[in-house]
């Protein structure tokens, strides 16, 4: 399978770096996991946005889903799309609020909340922990620790897998996902022994570790905000892992 970086900056966009937002194509199929700030327009730059077959979403915090609502604009307004919204509705999976949460975010006033429910260009699907089918990945996952709903997953695909860990803090439940996982995108929101709060995030090295403990081949660093050093987090990570550690970037392409 192919990943693509739509957009890789951490709680907020950073200078020309959208948020959270990554593409994965395998057998002619196209997934979308997150919508962050700025991630519709790279994906308007490297692929036809209704080419995509499925949304999938960990979470409903807005740096990981904002643009949802400008997909829907596009989806409901553009003249000419290459695949008819409507006859094709698009499958959204994703925690429960969201049908809800994305029509309050769609809609300017309580009259248009009433007669939106989305269903016209989506079909929404209620996530959980059960494994699920999406084109022809594989999706397995565990609740994330992360103050809302919130799901980190292990992609597959041919024998490959990639392991996507969301926002979340250190579980063993996140160690079990990524055993022997091929490739971990991993979160590295901040230093390592800072009085943060429990439950939140990764820090550098403790992505450094999920990829340690699996066995990974590969470590791709993600999420770092913009108020983060970005190089603190690789050299973090760096130091309790083996193997190849990257800072993904925008527009990157990585095979796995
Ligand atoms: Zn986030
Ligand atoms: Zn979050």
Not at 101 to 113: G, H, I, L, M, W
Not at 156 to 167: E, F, I, K, P
Not at 200 to 219: D, F, K, P
Request: glycine share 8%; aromatic share 8%.
């Amino acid at each position: 399978m192919l990943l693509t970086i739509l957009g890789c900056s951490g709680s907020a966009p950073g200078p020309r770096s959208p948020s959270s937002g990554y593409l994965l194509e395998a057998d002619g199929f196209l997934l979308c996991v997150e919508l962050g700030a700025g991630t519709l327009a790279e994906l308007q730059a490297v692929r036809d946005p209704f080419a995509v077959d499925a949304l999938l979403f960990s979470h409903l915090h807005p740096d990981h889903c904002s643009d949802f609502s400008s997909l829907t604009v596009l989806r409901r307004y553009h003249p000419a799309p290459s695949r008819d919204p409507h006859a094709h509705r698009l499958p959204v999976f994703a925690p429960k609020e969201a049908p809800s949460r994305f029509a309050n975010a769609y809609a300017p006033d309580e009259a248009e909340r009433l007669a939106t429910d989305l269903s016209d260009v989506y079909d929404f699907h209620t996530w959980n922990t059960d494994t699920v089918h999406i084109g022809p990945f594989t999706v397995d996952s565990v609740q994330a620790k992360h103050p809302c709903e919130s799901y980190s997953f292990r992609i597959t695909h041919g024998g490959a897998s990639l392991v996507y860990t969301g926002d979340t803090g250190p579980s063993d439940e996140l160690h079990t996902l990524a055993a022997g996982a091929d490739v971990i995108l991993a979160e590295a929101s901040w230093a390592h022994g800072g009085n943060w709060p429990a439950d939140l995030h990764l820090s550098g090295r403790e992505a450094g570790e999920v990829a340690q403990r699996a066995g990974a081949r590969r470590l791709l660093i993600t999420h770092v905000p913009p108020w983060t050093d970005a190089q603190a987090m690789l050299d973090e990570a760096r130091g309790v892992v083996g193997g190849e550690s990257v800072l993904v970037r925008q527009g990157a392409e990585y095979s796995i």
